[in-house]
């Protein structure tokens, strides 16, 4: 049957709390009034948070106060509670009973900032508060004017939170200054806030496992804890790449294993048969756990959705037996017979699935597996083995987002997505026994389901302002809890149910579910940004926030204490900062409305500002920025403050400076839709003639089917039409149809395509020898040039375009390479100069003086440290192969222009930052730069996340045309290193490419959406 709970409000806007300890029992028991043998007193922990002391919670019964107080309830999670009636009394998890006195000291120790869970400064504050006769206890007339006032609230409100009545009820008592008819309203009752907390001492993390990485990249993407067998299973990101540890283990060194891995795409470019299966991967383990005592490793690895490769076995679910942690060993011989590498899934002794749609998969404690297909919109049933029975398979009316197992394995908790026409989630529980349907609730908006144990009876849901805690027998809602930050999905819950580890930002906060308000024990900034995280058992947290390392945390034995005014307010005003109120843009580049809070959770927000009317303070949104034609500079200042029973408390001012950038020119393309053949065929690496009259794209085509280079002819009202051959794209000739393609330029009327060979067939860019290209468009033919002495890495072409620079990879004996730059006169193809390059570097980007002698590239490398080195270099053709400039850059940089007349060196990175170096062609260093933010970049004013990195763009002048991708072209001035400013932006939907003409003052831009439209717009410069 389908039950749908109604919330109940526990309005909590901070929840960053700790236990409170022993608060109970503390009271004068002899003065309590005691209704005599025919009340009926229950004993319980409230476990479902209802404050009832259901069946379920397996309470003792006593007929009189004065037996239930000297009672003493066995450890459990939930307050413990004394249920009489429609009265009410409560103390904290750990204490044997409740009564009067540990009610108000329980509740105080939530939600008073003045006391905190101190009991002494609790009861000073009460005493004088309530006019109470001692500070020890309650009289026997106090303990009944509470107990009456408790007891009305309750009769008045009985679909509210009962904790949340409690609290109004000492709310009204306090206002009123005595415990008598402190009947509370409405608004008091939805305005309970529960109090931010601390670990009482630091929280050190532990180095649990560490071990070598492959590449700069790589990084944690799962931790899965196997309580059965102890042992934990880390999965690497990029490689695939799997260990299997002791849980007991601390500071262990370890080695990874790849499994599965696939060159498809991205920047892993190419590879033969053998080296598909032993590198990075664009095929990701996206679920994995072990079984059968730690002997049996389950792997979910996704299918290529959008590049096929026929011999690609390495998608699907997968059964792999363990021996030792270890996987099995099955040797493949590359095509050239160099190198044997080891592709583990090949084995035979590895059962597989070959399924591209397998999204989701899950164990249930009979061993066998479901697996959801989103293809077909089914769960797809297999026994241990991987054989199926679609006889029990079952269709889901939405798609699946998540679910885990709960109540000793006996339910299966979903979350499925939103129903057609609607935003919000559906959790659906299920009998594991028949997969028959048990429960439902649905959820308005966006939600992320935690992954529980199959121990617990309680589920997490996560919701961008919200936290539930929900019961898994009847999916009614336990507590529900507003957040002030949103968590990541990457939280989880303990085994037991009693904490949940929430990532917010760089921070773990964990929250502690055993009490009447969930609430956060202490936090734990491990630094670093968090890329995985499970518990090991209910009192160790296992994460990793950097390549190689596995860390760990203790929660065992800690103990937390109320956050006091001070560190409320300080905590509030720390969330605010530049990259927070910007966009993650500096202060001194604001052009878009700024995000100003009003509020972190309970604690309110007060801005003020120097800057006038240029920004706008005033509205319920405040921020909104007014430009003008100058820059606007001044200081915005914010405190924090918080209310508590009508007193205020106000934090001292922060101050930041921020400058509101003067308004620059928003400009349009004049959009072509592509019709025909490439109509949804993306287009990449333009190259147009010096007119700006021909455009020459390379597309992939479809998966492979009509790849080719496509002629585009610019009209006088600047759209673009078909050109050579009509939308029929002019295949690359025989025998290179699979090469990568680098870069194209125009040379005469002949177009030069720097090319990177395929030679396996279906294998994606073979073994990546690098040569040129040429295409005579008119006739469609193609003369193939020379093979070059290496493997091509990129290609790039100077700015006057009479130069092409190609990057090998040259054979030096062995296994050893030399890595040099070619150059190449573009109009005969001659060389002109060898560049050598130091090391092997992982690198990206570089670009070429138009004398060929001279190379500005991004380095990227691992120093002795293993840590990863970026920089900015200039190699000099006749030179030691030593850098003959360089400086340490930060950010990965994939646009490098160099403008020859200026001598200005131009990068773009991946936060749509500008850096611009000079003097550069003869400087012993390039530590002379200017930099300027964008500000174009994740954050445009409609998108917020994805895109914005810059690969695309030219220097013409003081002009610096850069593309941030999936957003468009801006134009910046950079004459004045003093006072570089943003000319004109021309926003482009779903950016892929871009080329400026500097002689026809014209640009170009494609676009591919995600439905798949292609585009390209042309815009006019001057």
């Known amino acids: 049957m389908s039950h749908t709970p109604r919330f109940r409000k526990l309005l909590l ?260 048969k053998a080296d598909y299966v032993s590198g990075a991967s664009e095929h990701r383990i996206t679920q994995s756990w072990l079984a059968d005592d730690g002997d049996t490793l389950y792997a979910l690895v996704t299918g290529p959705r959008e590049v096929d490769v026929p011999e690609d076995d390495s998608y699907g679910l997968f059964r792999v037996p363990l021996t030792d942690g270890q996987v099995p060993t099955f040797m493949v011989t590359s095509i050239d017979g160099t190198t044997e590498l080891n592709v583990p899934h090949r084995s035979p002794e590895v059962k597989r699935i070959a399924s591209k749609s397998l999204d989701n998969a899950i164990q249930l404690d009979s061993g066998d597996i479901l697996a959801y297909d989103d293809e077909a919109g089914y769960v797809r049933f297999y026994n241990k083995m991987l054989d199926e029975d679609t006889s029990r398979a079952f269709p889901l009316d939405r798609d699946l987002e998540g679910w885990t ?129 499970a518990f090991n058992g209910n009192d160790e947290i296992l994460y990793s926030a950097r390549s190689g390392k596995l860390s760990s945390i203790s929660l065992s034995g800690l103990t937390s204490s109320t956050k006091d005014i001070t560190s409320l307010l300080e905590e509030a005003l720390d969330e605010v900062d530049g990259d927070s109120i910007n966009h993650n843009y500096p202060l001194d580049a604001v052009i878009y409305d700024m995000n100003l809070p009003t509020n972190f959770g309970a604690v309110s927000y007060n801005w003020n500002s120097t800057l006038g009317n240029a920004l706008d303070l005033s509205a319920p949104e405040p921020g909104v920025i007014s430009q003008s034609d100058a820059a606007v500079s001044g200081t915005l200042t914010v405190s924090s403050s918080y209310t508590f029973r009508g007193e205020t408390s106000t934090s001292e001012a922060k101050s930041m400076e921020l400058t509101i950038r003067p308004a620059s020119e928003i400009r349009d393309h004049i959009v072509t839709t592509l019709t025909g053949a490439h109509a949804n065929h993306s287009m990449s690496h333009l190259a147009a003639t010096p007119d700006g009259q021909t455009l020459a794209a390379y597309t992939s085509g479809d998966d492979g089917q009509g790849s080719g280079i496509v002629i585009f002819t610019r009209q006088p009202d600047n759209t673009v039409s078909y050109r050579y051959g009509g939308d029929a794209a002019i295949s690359l000739p025989d025998g290179y149809e699979d090469s990568r393609v680098d870069v194209m330029t125009w040379n005469q009327g002949l177009l030069r395509v720097v090319v990177r060979e395929a030679v396996a067939a279906g294998a994606k860019d073979g073994n990546g020898i690098a040569r040129v290209l040429t295409l005579d468009p008119v006739a469609g033919t193609w003369e193939i040039g020379s093979a070059l002495p290496g493997k091509g890495a990129k290609a790039a072409v100077s700015q006057d375009g009479s130069v092409l620079a190609l990057w090998l990879h040259i054979p030096a004996g062995g296994d050893a390479v030399a890595v040099k730059v070619i ?56 030179t030691t192969g030593e850098p003959d400039a360089e400086t340490v850059i ?69 002009v610096a045309y850069v593309w941030s991708s999936d957003r468009g072209l801006v134009a910046v001035d950079i004459s004045n290193p003093a006072n570089i400013r943003e000319v004109f932006y021309a926003p482009f939907e779903d950016t892929g490419a871009g080329v400026v003409v500097p002689d026809a003052n014209v640009a170009f831009s494609t676009g591919f959406s995600d439905d798949q439209v292609s585009t390209i717009g042309v815009l006019p410069l001057n």
């Open 405 to 533: 197992l709960a109540d000793n394995g006996a339910t299966l908790v979903t979350l499925q997505g939103p129903a057609e026409g609607s935003k919000g989630r559906l959790l659906q529980s299920y009998n594991t026994s028949n997969l028959s349907g048990k429960n439902s609730l649905e959820f308005s908006g966006d939600a992320d389901l935690l992954p529980g144990s199959k121990t617990s009876n309680r589920v997490v849901v996560l919701e961008p302002d919200a936290v539930h805690v929900i019961n898994t027998s009847d999916l009614s809602v336990i507590s529900s809890t507003p957040l002030a930050n949103e968590a990541s999905s990457i939280s989880r819950l303990s085994p037991d149910g009693s904490r949940a580890a929430l990532v917010v930002g760089k921070e773990i906060r964990i929250m502690n579910l055993t009490d009447a308000y969930p609430f956060i024990e202490g936090s734990v900034k491990p630094g670093g940004r968090l890329r995985a995280l």
């Open 890 to 958: 930060k950010t990965a940089t994939y646009f490098y222009s160099y403008d020859n007349p200026s001598d200005r060196l131009v990068t773009g990175d991946f936060s749509a930052n500008l850096r611009v170096y000079q003097p550069v062609a003869d400087a012993a260093d390039l530590n002379s730069f200017t930099e300027f933010a964008t500000a174009r970049g994740r954050y445009d004013g409609v998108h917020n996340g994805g895109g914005g990195r810059m690969y695309y763009g030219a220097v013409k002048g003081s």
């Open 13 to 272: 806007p901070t929840l960053i709390a700790s236990a409170l300890s022993g608060c109970g029992g503390s009271d004068n028991d002899n003065n309590q009034p005691d209704p005599g043998p025919s009340a009926a007193f229950k004993l319980c922990h409230d476990t479902n948070l209802d404050g009832l002391c259901s069946a379920n919670e397996n309470p003792q019964t006593f007929d009189t106060l004065k037996k239930v107080q000297a009672a003493s309830v066995g450890a459990g999670s939930g307050p413990v509670i004394v249920r009489e009636n429609n009265n009410l009394m409560v103390a904290s998890n750990s204490a044997a009973t409740a009564s009067a006195w540990s009610t108000l000291v329980h509740n105080e120790g939530f939600v008073n900032p003045n006391t905190g869970s101190d009991e002494a400064a609790i009861a000073s504050y009460l005493k004088g508060k309530l006019a109470l006769e001692s500070d020890s206890g309650l009289s026997e007339s106090e303990t009944a004017a509470f107990m009456a006032s408790i007891r009305a609230a309750l009769s008045a409100n009985p679909d509210a939170n009962p904790y949340s009545v409690i609290g109004a009820v000492i709310d009204a008592a306090v206002a009123r200054g005595s415990l008598e008819n402190a009947v509370p309203d409405a608004a008091q009752i939805t305005s309970q806030r529960v109090l931010p907390r601390d670990f009482d001492t630091e929280v050190t993390p532990a180095n649990k496992v560490n071990w070598e990485t492959s590449d700069h990249d790589e990084r944690v993407a799962l931790i899965n804890v196997d309580g059965e067998s102890d042992k934990i299973l880390v999965v690497n990101r990029w490689f695939n790449r799997i260990a299997v540890v002791d849980a007991t283990a601390a500071d262990l060194a370890v080695e990874t294993q790849p499994f599965a891995a696939m060159y498809t795409a991205g920047h892993h470019e190419y590879t033969t």
């Open 823 to 878: 150059t190449l006169n573009t109009d005969d193809l001659s060389e002109i100069k060898t560049v050598d390059v130091d090391g092997d570097p992982a690198f990206w980007a570089f670009t070429v003086n138009n004398a060929g002698d001279q190379i500005m590239a991004y380095y990227n490398f691992k120093n002795e440290e293993g840590k990863t080195v970026r920089t900015t270099r200039r190699y000099d053709a006749d």
